[in-house]
């Protein structure tokens, strides 16, 4: 019986629940919610039993992701600014902790929410938006100064990394690397939106933490990465080899921007960290190696899986936790100089 135009008037004009309402996406039809919850999981955060894998998450060209990311995202995003709204007063927001200063850096309140841009960015020397925190070399950073990240045996670390290059190379004028992006699949569809870059000189060690405040600036962003890494002595990374690299390498083919990776040499602490110490703590995931290697343990650290939400919520002009995201890349590059002299160390011995 064929339907009357009243029944399909009335069918058609039936309020559907919203958690019922599909997006007309077809690749997000296929795949579901879940692929797009894995890419705002941790950040590829590897444990003991971990090997690199790859997502089977769908690979959008830039915009598509933007759009339907952002749409999708928005209602977990609005449930954690509800939920921080009860923990976070409205004179906080937008207000510098009473503890942070110019020669304090780190100390920043994680979990506060903004709106508008993240503070002290500045036009880079590439046209690249970035913010430079300057640490003494006698900054403490966990249980020792970032002075001693550059004290180990270079045959030890030779032989720990399995590259003969590191018992040579002088990695004080290495690049320590971290970056935060918008979901862990790789291609164009990926957005490296930080790019956290140390570097010791003279008496100081600096962390340039590149910002992406606007799709259409992501040449300049990653043009301006690729400098920096290329005058590098070397790249030292956690779990870099397998993730930031090729986050970094995909996106600069895109806009024509050549790759130094395959020039500069590249250190992932990872792999010698996990050799030495595999067995002996719950995993070998970097928080876990620098609070039981380094002495290193943060207060009110944002998760990583927090990083892709807070950036579509900065570009949707919503309140955000974006100096969370600054301050916890911010503290994975001063890990990267910290767990230096653990690499160059002999396996422990197993229990």
Known sequence: MTESFRDRLRRLRRDEPAAEVQDSHPDLQANGDAEVR???QERLAPDSDAVPRATNAPAFDARTLHRHLARR?????????????????PSQIGAESSTN????????????LDLGPPERLAPSRGGALARTSTFERAYVHGARALADGLVFDRALLAASARDTRFGEIDLERAVYLDTETSGLSGGSGTY?????????????FEVWQGFLSDPKDERALLAEAAERIASASAIVSFFGKSFDRHRLEDKMRVHGVKPPFADVPHLDLYWPLRRAHQGRFENCRLKTLERELAGVVRDDDLPGSFA???????LAARPHRL???FRHNLEDVLSLVALL???????APKA
């Open 101 to 112: 200063s110019a020669e304090n850096p780190v100390r920043e309140i994680p979990r506060r």
């Open 323 to 325: 100096e969370g995201v």
């Open 73 to 89: 995202i928005a209602g977990s995003s609005a449930r954690v600014a509800r939920s921080a709204e009860r923990s976070v007063q």
């Open 308 to 314: 892709p939400a807070a950036w579509f919520d900065f």
């Open 38 to 40: 894995e890419d705002v």
């Open 341 to 347: 002299p653990h690499a160059a160390a002999l396996p």
């Open 192 to 204: 490296v939106f930080l790019v956290g870059l140390g570097t010791f000189d003279a008496d100081r």
